[in-house]
Nanobody, 124 residues
Framework: QVQLVESGGGLVQAGGSLRLSCVASGGTFSSYSMGWFRQAPGKVREFVGS????????YYADSVKDRFTISRDDAKNTVYLQMDSLSPEDTAVYYCAAVDGPGYGSGVHDFTYWGQGTQVTVSS
């Protein structure tokens, strides 16, 4: 069983940056592809981006492409989401997710394990 714990959320002004972290435990981190999702009030949970188990490939939603960057540090069992040029539309609870293997999907059903989420609020 894999446990995921997100951190790094908070309140930031529009145009600012935040870096989210997700630490995994209970599994072999290097065998998991990792994803980030977000859910704003009254909206469905949506894909933000993902990184494959090898770290060679990353995928992003069009809404965050060129602003957000996903990376991983297998030595620390940690995946990061660097968020730049934030706008109020990025306000949401951000969730880390994991799936064993290649992880090319972008749907919530494509990931097996989920963290509890961290709140990101961007003020205008």
């Amino acid at each position: 069983q894999v446990q995921l714990v997100e951190s790094g959320g908070g309140l930031v002004q529009a145009g600012g940056s935040l870096r989210l972290s997700c630490v995994a435990s209970g599994g072999t981190f290097s065998s998991y592809s990792m994803g980030w999702f977000r859910q704003a009030p009254g909206k469905v949970r949506e894909f933000v981006g993902s990184i494959t188990w090898t770290g060679y490939s990353t995928y992003y939603a069009d809404s965050v492409k060129d602003r957000f960057t996903i990376s991983r540090d297998d030595a620390k069992n940690t995946v990061y989401l660097q968020m730049d040029s934030l706008s109020p539309e990025d306000t949401a609870v951000y969730y880390c997710a994991a799936v064993d293997g290649p992880g090319y999907g972008s749907g919530v059903h494509d990931f097996t394990y989920w963290g509890q989420g961290t709140q990101v609020t961007v003020s205008s």
